[in-house]
């Protein structure tokens, strides 16, 4: 016997259920929002329509065209960040700005995914990534006061919003929590796959004899690291190998490693931070990289935007970060699904029959 559908989000029972996460959801942006202005940033309104999505191989953007007055035909898509836009913002002069952005990602659905977001990102031209970190918990800080959380709590793991968080870099978090030396499979260009997958297989994470570097370090990170972060406190976890930066700049000490950090709480990823790669030749390289990728994996790849790789050559040394703003309302309200946290969700697939 078929079980009843749920009812649809907008019956009064179910939006009273979340009206307060709704309402909190308000009081949070507006927060954000003055804390930005009152440190001299600019709100802007990223386009959402583009002619590239981004060029990560494990994106996945919605596609649409543009018709012309005379029916000519134009492929677009609905963009899965504003940051390309946002770097040509910076490459026309602009110092400092933020947009509450909504964004669009295909194949993403599930308690903390969904396809269409907010995604709360900022640029600080000249100035280092570290200050992105500060930025980072000033915030958290802050949207947990205007929702009168005193702890945050997911999956049953805790975290105090106001406490410093703990800077770990991944070597430090793959030797201490999977036992692997990282950097030993690593040099500025190339990869040591097979070392990787003995270490992997060694700490009991289940290595496909068809996956790259990149899938085998991505199964250590969400089986063995991610469990471990922000428990207790906030976890900036910073230098990300470089070929796990495709936007970002060598760390210049290391070039094994990249100006990237991610900030956790409660095993959740929060933000991504990068000091902004600004060289188009090595970004044309990368992207060509990541669509080659794409295109093994997926059989599709995304046009690159000339104009971004343009705008490049003119910006300045700038360092950004995107934040998931649905997730930053759901763990300091308790809300268990990101759908609890949106006016308006996009209804689910009917199941199959």
């Given amino acids: 016997m078929s079980q009843p559908s749920p009812s649809p989000w907008w019956s009064p029972e179910r939006h009273a259920d979340r009206r307060p996460f709704l309402a909190a959801r308000a009081r949070i942006k507006a927060g954000l929002r003055g804390w930005f202005e009152g440190q001299g940033f600019t709100e802007v309104e990223a386009g959402i329509l583009q002619v590239s999505p981004g060029n990560e191989a494990h994106l996945h953007a919605f596609a649409t065209e543009a018709l012309g007055p005379a029916g000519e035909r134009r492929g677009l898509y609905l963009h899965t960040s504003p940051e390309f836009a946002a770097k040509k913002l910076?490459?026309?002069?602009?110092?400092?700005?933020?947009?509450?952005?909504?964004?669009?990602?295909?194949?993403e659905r599930g308690p903390l995914h969904h396809p269409e977001f907010t995604m709360l990102e900022w640029y600080r031209a000249g100035a280092p990534y570290q200050v992105l970190m500060d930025d980072c918990a000033s915030l958290l800080g802050l949207a947990a006061e205007m929702a009168g959380a005193a702890t945050l709590a997911f999956r049953g793991r805790t975290a105090d919003p106001f406490a410093e968080p703990e800077r770990v870099t991944l070597a430090e978090a793959f030797d201490r929590f999977a036992g692997i030396d990282l950097l030993a499979t690593v040099e500025a260009e190339e990869v040591d796959r097979d070392g990787l997958a003995a270490a992997a297989s060694a700490a009991g994470v289940r290595v496909a004899a068809d996956d790259g570097w990149s899938d085998i370090f991505s199964k250590v990170l969400v089986e063995r690291i991610e469990p471990h972060l922000g428990d207790g406190r906030p976890t900036i976890l910073c230098e990300y190998p470089a070929q796990e930066a495709a936007l970002a700049r060598p760390k210049p000490s290391d070039p094994r490693v990249a100006e990237r950090f991610e900030l956790y709480a409660c095993g959740v990823e929060l933000a991504n931070a990068f000091g902004e790669l600004t060289d188009p030749a090595e970004q044309r390289r990368r992207f060509e990289a990541e669509m080659a990728e794409k295109a093994r994996v997926y059989g599709e790849r995304y046009p690159i935007d000339e104009d971004f790789l343009a705008a490049l050559a003119r910006m300045p040394p700038a360092s950004g970060s995107a934040l998931g703003f649905d997730r930053l309302v759901m763990l300091v309200t308790g809300a268990q699904r990101i759908e609890q946290v949106l006016w308006t969700p996009v209804p689910e697939f009917d199941p199959p029959r």
């Avoid at 910076?90 to 194949?107: H, K, M, T, W």
Wanted: charged residues 30%; aromatic residues 16%; positive net charge.
């Fill in 90 to 107: 910076l490459a026309a002069g602009e110092g400092a700005i933020f947009d509450f952005a909504r964004v669009f990602r295909n194949r």
